[in-house]
């Protein structure tokens, strides 16, 4: 089946900082990876879309000059957080779409990274 | 306005029961997809089932069934025998448009306890 890995899984980095979480598709190509963002308790917030080869589209209220998102190839997209506050320490889940040979529905989300800014 | 409305923020069961988790919607797209997703305390999002906008029937995975009633635009989870592996956080989320490059709406979600 359609698997998306993330890595890191956990990362704790200093107040100020940069951070890059990458979000593979294993056994497809995504044409198209969500960036979600969760806080404890709370459900998933969509942060952005973003197809291969363009730029990604920011949900409003999303500070794009401070979520850098790249989707470079077909199985690969990253989110850096820069200059990382306590306030960025989140739960941040990616999901992707195969919708060139997958079904028109589903998209297949990762494991997620929990980020913690100290 | 919210367009998916999960009103029950924690649910009990009793195991081998029933349980219905509620979720209504909104939208003026006459083509949409509805997920419901389970969420375990180690975070992963496990997709559970999908009813299309056009779909005739309720859709059904297993355990999980799909209470579909477009007019009243609600979306309503049935897990039959619930066993203890059922407790977690259950999603609805909605996605407006014809395919899966569009994104997901989520619901605030529904914390079920399966008791034994």
């Known amino acids: 089946g359609a698997v998306v890995s993330q890595h890191p899984s956990r990362v704790i980095c200093k107040s100020g900082t940069s951070v890059k979480i990458e979000c593979r598709s294993l056994?497809?190509?995504?044409?198209?990876m969500f960036w979600y963002r969760q806080f404890p308790k709370q459900s998933l917030m969509l942060m952005a879309t973003?197809?291969?080869?363009?730029?990604?589209?920011?949900e409003q209220g999303v500070e794009k000059d401070k979520f850098l998102i790249n989707h470079a190839s077909l199985t690969l997209s990253t989110l850096t957080v820069t200059s990382a506050h306590p306030e960025d320490s989140s739960f941040y889940i990616c999901?992707?779409?195969?919708?060139?040979?997958?079904?028109?529905?589903?998209?297949?989300f990762g494991p997620g990274t929990r980020l913690t800014v100290t | 306005a919210q367009k998916i409305t999960q009103t029950q923020p924690g649910m009990f069961v009793q195991e081998k029961e029933a349980v219905t988790l509620d979720c209504t919607y909104d939208?003026?797209?006459?083509?949409?997809?509805l997920f419901w997703y389970k969420q375990p305390s180690s975070g992963e999002m496990i997709f559970l089932i999908y009813?299309?906008?056009?779909?005739?029937q309720n859709a059904t995975e297993g355990r999980y069934s799909l209470n579909f009633q477009k007019a009243r635009k609600s979306a309503n989870l049935v897990i039959s025998a619930s066993q203890l592996g059922d407790s977690a956080m259950y999603f609805c989320?909605?996605?407006?448009?014809?395919?899966?490059?569009?994104?997901?709406?989520f619901g605030s979600g529904t914390r079920l306890l399966v008791r034994p």
């Open positions: 009813q299309g906008s056009y779909d005739q």
């Open positions: 989320a909605m996605r407006e448009g014809v395919d899966s490059s569009y994104k997901l709406i």
């Open positions: 056994d497809f190509q995504a044409t198209t």
């Open positions: 999901s992707a779409s195969d919708s060139l040979t997958g079904t028109l529905y589903e998209q297949y």
């Open positions: 973003s197809n291969e080869g363009s730029k990604a589209t920011y």
């Open positions: 939208t003026s797209d006459p083509s949409y997809g």
